[in-house]
Nanobody
Framework: VQLQASGGGLVQAGGSLRLSCAAS????????MGWFRRAPGKERDFVAG????????YYADSVKGRFAVSRDNTKNTVWLQMNSLNPEDTAVYYC???????????????????WGQGTLVTVSS
């Protein structure tokens, strides 16, 4: 099982980034996917989630209207498009897979079965 997150980097406030998460080793279409982030000195927080089919998307209030999560089950990939970035978005971003997405609390990191290694996003002011 592997979740390979990429696309992080340094961006100025107001800019955009698109994170990717490539999955392998499990039945990707059977898992809901989540994006989480951990800022320095803080806990891992929910950012966005997407259902197995992609028909349901969910966001933390802090990113609603700025971030968009999407997936392509034919490519075993989930993306997080991040717009209007601000310094408070600086964090390591993780993708995760949850076999019980929709039944469990998708905002809780403990519900996820598999995790990627994280990609660092730094937003300068």
């Amino acid at each position: 099982v592997q979740l390979q997150a990429s696309g992080g980097g340094l961006v100025q406030a107001g800019g955009s980034l698109r994170l990717s998460c490539a999955a392998s080793g499990f039945a990707f279409s059977m898992y809901g996917m989540g994006w989480f982030r951990r800022a320095p000195g803080k806990e891992r927080d929910f950012v966005a989630g997407i259902s197995r089919s992609g028909g349901g998307t969910y966001y933390a209030d802090s990113v609603k209207g700025r971030f968009a999560v999407s997936r392509d089950n034919t490519k075993n990939t989930v993306w997080l498009q991040m717009n209007s970035l601000n310094p408070e978005d600086t964090a390591v971003y993780y993708c995760a897979a949850d076999r019980s997405f929709g039944v469990t609390n998708y905002r809780s990191p403990g519900q996820y079965d598999y995790w990627g290694q994280g990609t660092l996003v730094t937003v300068s002011s």
